[in-house]
């Protein structure tokens, strides 16, 4: 079984950073897209960021040049860089990871999400 764990949201002000990581453990046989997903009260889940296996990050155009994607594809984990944070970024933030599984298939595994409130 796969599972996606997340860390690191929580409450800051406007203008201050946090860093969400997000490790992928399990039957793994490899790891193509990985991305961060948010959801704000009373709205749809909208696309954060992604970064494929080997490529450029793709972003938003509400967080470009303010959240940063990573990922460290030793230890199967993503991170988000958030700075500059604004209220109305505010939501849950889910990670997603499409995984070559033990058929060598591949699924599309989410996490638990994690809260981030941002004070005005």
């Known amino acids: 079984q796969v599972q996606l764990v997340e860390s690191g949201g929580g409450l800051v002000q406007a203008g201050g950073s946090l860093r969400l990581s997000c490790a992928a453990s399990g039957m793994i046989f490899g790891v193509n897209d990985m991305g961060w997903f948010r959801q704000a009260t009373g709205k749809q889940r909208e696309l954060v960021a992604t970064?494929?296996?080997?490529?450029?990050?793709n972003y938003a155009d509400s967080v470009k040049g303010r959240f940063t994607i990573s990922r460290d594809n030793a230890k199967n984990t993503v991170y988000l860089q958030m700075n500059s944070l604004k209220p109305e970024d505010t939501a849950v933030y889910y990670c997603?990871?499409?995984?070559?599984?033990?058929?060598?298939?591949?699924?599309?595994?989410w996490g638990q999400g994690t809260q981030v409130t941002v004070s005005s």
């Open positions: 970064i494929p296996s080997g490529g450029s990050p």
């Open positions: 997603n990871a499409d995984i070559r599984v033990w058929d060598y298939r591949v699924q599309t595994f």
